[in-house]
């Protein structure tokens, strides 16, 4: 999206979390900040394009989508390419989308629950038998996914499993 963005005559500023040798090289300047959740880190972003005279902002990963940063710039006049907050759980959260899809009878979701403890879990597990999925239900840069048979494979790991993820909030 930069490549484009520059291309197309924009001048690029990138906040990021982790230098990346291509955006910087395609950026004017950039912000680097430990993450897109702490008021800090949000103050640094927000000053940071009052400082440069941002007048749009484009958005391309999730976790700055998850975290409100659309949202603060809604708030404070800059024009956002990417949905705030609330929308984003359609890509932070898979309980939300399934959610959504259920509630508007799209059958496109396999058999599924959220849970908040692990009260249930066992006999959710049952009811699945052998093939089943454990997610943490928001983002973990891919590492919150465990299928059975693959990363879990026994009915005691995925309860240990599912007790770590109540146990983090997830």
């Known amino acids: 999206m930069a490549e484009k963005l520059r291309d197309s005559g924009s001048d690029v500023y990138c906040i990021i979390t982790n230098l990346n040798p291509g955006l910087l090289g395609l950026s004017m300047r950039y912000c680097q900040v430990?993450?897109?959740?702490?008021?800090?880190?949000?103050?640094?972003?927000?000053?940071?394009?009052?400082?440069?005279?941002?007048?749009?902002?484009?958005?391309?990963?999730?976790?700055?989508?998850?975290?409100?940063?659309?949202?603060?710039?809604?708030?404070?006049?800059?024009?956002?390419?990417?949905?705030?907050?609330?929308?984003?759980?359609?890509?932070?959260?898979?309980?939300?989308?399934?959610?959504?899809?259920?509630?508007?009878?799209?059958?496109?979701?396999?058999?599924?629950?959220?849970?908040?403890?692990?009260?249930?879990?066992?006999?959710?597990?049952d009811m699945l038998g052998d093939d089943y999925v454990v997610k943490f239900d928001g983002l973990m840069g891919g590492k919150g996914v465990k299928v059975s048979g693959e990363h879990l494979h026994s009915k005691d790991e995925a309860l240990s499993y599912c007790k770590k993820l109540v146990d983090s909030s997830g």
């Open 34 to 125: 430990n993450d897109y959740h702490s008021p800090s880190s949000k103050k640094i972003i927000l000053d940071f394009s009052k400082d440069h005279s941002i007048d749009c902002v484009v958005i391309g990963p999730e976790d700055p989508l998850a975290s409100g940063i659309a949202d603060m710039f809604w708030k404070y006049g800059i024009p956002v390419v990417g949905p705030i907050k609330h929308l984003a759980q359609i890509e932070s959260s898979k309980g939300f989308t399934r959610d959504l899809l259920k509630k508007y009878n799209i059958d496109a979701s396999p058999v599924y629950k959220r849970f908040e403890s692990t009260t249930g879990t066992s006999d959710f597990l």
